[in-house]
T-cell receptor, first 115, second 112 residues
Framework: GAGVSQSPSNKVTEKGKDVELRCDPISGHTALYWYRQSLGQGLEFLIYFQGNSAPDKSGLPSDRFSAERTGGSVSTLTIQRTQQEDSAVYLC?????????????FGPGTRLTVL | QKEVEQDPGPLSVPEGAIVSLNCTYSNSAFQYFMWYRQYSRKGPELLMYTYSSGNKEDGRFTAQVDKSSKYISLFIRDSQPSDSATYLCAMSGTGGYNKLIFGAGTRLAVHP
């Protein structure tokens, strides 16, 4: 079946612009996670959704970052007023019910470059 | 100190070698341990998933967890050039849902 998909695959933007990153999880997966992967920092957790609710936003680095999920499916990560340090690969993962989130399936990521 | 420590490598081995990849961790609450493989410019792919201490084998891959030492390993037997990738360990607790805490990843190159 189809895996996790993310769009765009690459995004180049200018400092100060807003960007939206999209994630389509595996159909039926109730849990959705956003991570960020940058050089020197490894993979860092950003936010977790269960259905449309986000019980854990503890990884969002600043209030410029926000995310939403609608219909228990698609999620959008928005970064406002982008900064150069936001440059990274943003990865989305989804997890089926019953696994406690321990089996997470990742998408290919969106490579964000802020000039 | 990071919660999960992993030597970034790179590790270079000849085809057919046995590869040993390792992580150490500091949080005794971790109960679930995973290994992901990530090819260049791709998302991580779940390879192995174990709960608590013990061994798990899947084909050429064996995962070991020693909770008393806070040490996990992934062994790859008969390594192939197609195994060349970055290997990430990840772990989580028992909070009912689990954000994963990742190691930095070890870059492996298997040369023919």
């Amino acid at each position: 079946g189809a895996g996790v998909s993310q769009s765009p695959s690459n995004k180049v933007t200018e400092k100060g612009k807003d960007v939206e990153l999209r994630c389509d999880p595996i159909s039926g997966h109730t849990a959705l996670y956003w991570y960020r992967q940058s050089l020197g920092q490894g993979l860092e957790f950003l936010i977790y959704f269960q259905g449309n609710s986000a019980p854990d936003k503890s990884g969002l680095p600043s209030d410029r970052f926000s995310a939403e999920r609608t219909g228990g499916s698609v999620s959008t990560l928005t970064i406002q007023r982008t900064q150069q340090e936001d440059s990274a690969v943003y990865l989305c993962a989804s997890s089926p019910i019953g696994t406690g989130g321990n089996e997470q399936f990742f998408g290919p990521g969106t490579r964000l470059t802020v000039l | 100190q990071k919660e999960v420590e992993q030597d970034p490598g790179p590790l270079s081995v000849p085809e057919g070698a046995i590869v040993s990849l390792n992580c150490t961790y500091s949080n005794s609450a971790f109960q679930y341990f995973m290994w992901y493989r990530q090819y260049s410019r791709k998302g991580p792919e779940l390879l192995m998933y174990t709960y608590s201490s013990g061994n798990k084998e899947d084909g050429r891959f064996t995962a070991q967890v020693d909770k008393s030492s806070k040490y996990i390993s992934l062994f790859i037997r008969d390594s192939q050039p197609s195994d060349s990738a970055t290997y990430l360990c990840a772990m989580s607790g028992t909070g009912g849902y689990n954000k994963l805490i990742f190691g930095a990843g070890t870059r492996l190159a298997v040369h023919p």
